[in-house]
């Protein structure tokens, strides 16, 4: 019996992360941080000298690494590597790898077999349109991307990592240009998914809006 799926999906700094791990703690399910794993399969990628843009060959190079999520500590063939996964670089990368279809078929095994019991909320970009199409509830986060610029400086900021945030703007445009356009699982809101704009909007009051839509629900 497949266990009940909550999924997540929008561009980043929405505040889907959050969202998504208060949800999971709430409920008392398990999470799961798709984007993890597009960054950490980017990180085996530099590591072991495999271009970028080579399909076939980050394909060939997820089939033979370990990426194990335990919370929100992150291990590649057994070490941690949540820090080096979570720099603004380390984003650029996960979504060039994240373009190709070799890569999101590999991913796709690894994402199904976190749907366990009691239930997972699930966070990324094509959560609800295609690995997870029968989620009991689907959640699009959207929030304007100055507003989104603006948090995830202030993020990068308190874990005291070098930001700016001209720069951030400029690559946050460019990230969502590119996970909008691709062929492959665009990201996009998924069919009968409930739209929450968190601009204007607390953390507090964004997860109080879930909530309501979860009780809702389940
Ligand atoms: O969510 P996060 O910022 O960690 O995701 C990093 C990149 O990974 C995204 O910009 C996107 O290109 C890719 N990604 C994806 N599909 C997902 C999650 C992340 O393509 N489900």
Same mark, same amino acid.
């Given at each position: ?8 999906? !929008?561009?980043?700094?929405?505040? /889907? ?13 398990? #999470? #799961?941080?798709?984007?993890? #794993?597009? +960054? ?12 970028? =843009?080579?399909?076939? !060959? ?17 291990? @590649?063939?057994? $070490? ?26 590999? @991913?796709?095994?690894?994402? +199904? ?5 009691? !239930? ?5 970009? =094509? ?10 509830? *689907? ?8 507003? +989104?610029?603006?948090?995830?400086? /202030?993020?990068? *900021?308190? *874990?005291?990592? =070098? ?7 400029? $690559? ?27 601009? $204007? ?9 879930? #909530?309501?839509?979860? =009780?809702?629900?389940?």
């Amino acid at each position: 019996i497949a266990a009940p799926v909550i999924t997540i999906d !929008g561009p980043s700094g929405t505040g /889907k992360g959050t969202i998504a791990s208060l949800l999971a703690e709430h409920l008392g399910w398990h #999470l #799961l941080d798709s984007g993890a #794993l597009y +960054r950490t399969l980017a990180l085996a990628a530099r590591r072991h000298g495999v271009d970028l =843009d080579d399909g076939a !060959g980050l394909g060939r190079l997820a089939a033979r690494i370990s990426v194990r999520l335990e919370g929100e500590r992150v291990r @590649l063939d057994g $070490e941690e590597v949540s820090a080096l996964i979570r720099t603004a670089e380390a984003g650029v990368d996960a979504s060039r790898v994240a373009v190709h279809p070799e890569v999101r078929q590999a @991913l796709l095994g690894w994402q +199904r077999e976190a749907a366990l019991a009691p !239930g997972l909320v699930a966070d990324g970009r =094509d959560m609800g349109a295609r690995v997870f199409p029968d989620a009991r509830l *689907k959640l699009y986060l959207d929030a304007s991307p100055e507003e +989104r610029a603006r948090r995830r400086y /202030k993020q990068l *900021k308190d *874990k005291e990592m =070098d930001a700016n945030l001209p720069n951030l703007v400029q $690559e946050l445009r460019a990230r969502d240009e590119r996970d909008r356009e691709r062929a492959e699982s665009p990201l996009q809101v998924p069919p009968g998914a409930v739209i929450v704009d968190s601009t $204007e909007l607390s953390i507090e009051q964004v997860f109080a809006r879930v #909530l309501q839509f979860v =009780d809702a629900d389940l």
